[in-house]
């Protein structure tokens, strides 16, 4: 899903976007999109997670929209993610909960950015 631009849309992305703060300044960096990836927002839930063969994370998100985000019509996507995001997909998953990516593109494990679990049950 190609995020319409609005206000609203870019507040979202400065929220959600991996914001890091350095030092005791409290300066903030935000990472930005590239040209060719937009920054995406997709909402649904995690229909199964797990290590696979050679120490990488497998995990299946299903985009089916929620939090006034509406579904991209991809379906669902199986994809290696890194282990911070892992680890809240696991969570998800084992707690019955939404999730909220917010990536660089598809909602694939290399283009993550940020992954949040809610406090909706799927």
Known sequence: MRMPKTNKTKNAIIALGKAIKTGTTGKVTVLKSSPTSP???????????GPCSGGVFCVSFNDVGGFGIPASGGGGTVSLWPKWAYDAAVSALLNNRKVMILANGEALGTNLVEVLVSNQVV
Request: glycine residues 10%; neutral net charge; hydrophobic residues 55%.
């Open 39 to 49: 920054m995406q927002l997709y909402a649904g839930y995690i229909s199964m997670a």
